[in-house]
């Protein structure tokens, strides 16, 4: 089993009070109504900052390089107010534990310092499952180091071609709140960027609009997984 994927979590907790209204205004049991408190009030917090949270997650499985595990193929790193579990638990392989997150503090952020305080937590929830697994700590802590250099920008070249003298790429830029794909074209000592869309800043929702770069008569296709066009570009000198 191979460790290679990396996630930040906002875990649901329970609201007393908004749960015994529920109860108190409808013919919910308890579990029922703290359904529908997830529902309502948490669902779409927890979404949003997962989302936010994949500009940092996704450069850092890009990053680290795969190790062999007894059992570990995931960690998730619940970021809480408070700790209400300590253990390190393991399910099918995904090992789970919390830190502390001041969710407070991390609003009124900059972009820059969310990404710092959204790595530091990931980081601080990895090392502990690193030392129950004996995994070297240096291997995050590397990964780290390249994101410092990088400056926090999460920023990838995902294919590119060469077609004549020209050099065709797609560049992928992972923000906190959404993922730009671009054209790069590189022509002598000149190189210009192209705004291909903007989409959701999950995997789930840019990935599949990265299928394979087709070259046909004077056009250069970007085509989805499905094979549909996504973007084409001429290529005619």
């Not at 050099?167 to 054209?183: A, N, P, R, T």
């Amino acid at each position: 089993m191979k460790l290679q994927y990396f996630e930040l979590d906002k875990p649901y907790m329970e609201n007393q009070q908004r749960i015994e209204e529920l109860m108190d205004s409808t013919t919910l049991t308890y579990e029922e109504a703290r359904i529908k408190d997830y529902r309502q009030n948490w669902k779409d917090l927890r979404r949003a900052f997962i989302y936010e949270s994949k500009c940092m997650t996704s450069m850092v499985e890009r990053l680290f390089k795969p190790v062999v595990t007894k059992d570990c193929w995931k960690i998730i790193v619940e970021c809480v107010d408070t700790i209400s579990n300590p253990a390190i638990m393991n399910l099918l392989g995904v090992y789970t534990v919390q830190v502390l997150f001041d969710f407070s503090s991390y609003k009124t952020l900059s972009p820059l310092e969310q990404k710092k305080l959204l790595l530091e937590a990931l980081v601080k929830g990895v090392k502990r499952v690193f030392q129950e697994l004996s995994i070297p700590c240096s291997l995050i802590e590397d990964v780290v180091n390249e994101i410092e250099k990088n400056d926090y920008e999460n920023s990838w070249e995902w294919k590119r071609k060469k077609i004549q003298s020209t050099i065709y790429s797609i560049q992928v830029e992972h923000q906190l709140y959404k993922v730009d794909l671009f054209w790069k074209i590189e022509h002598k000592d000149k190189s210009i960027r192209q705004l291909i869309q903007s989409c959701p800043a999950h995997e789930m929702d840019y990935g599949v609009k990265l299928g394979k770069l087709e070259a046909k008569g004077n056009f250069l296709y970007l085509l989805d997984k499905q094979n549909e066009i996504v973007s084409k570009i001429s290529v005619s000198e």
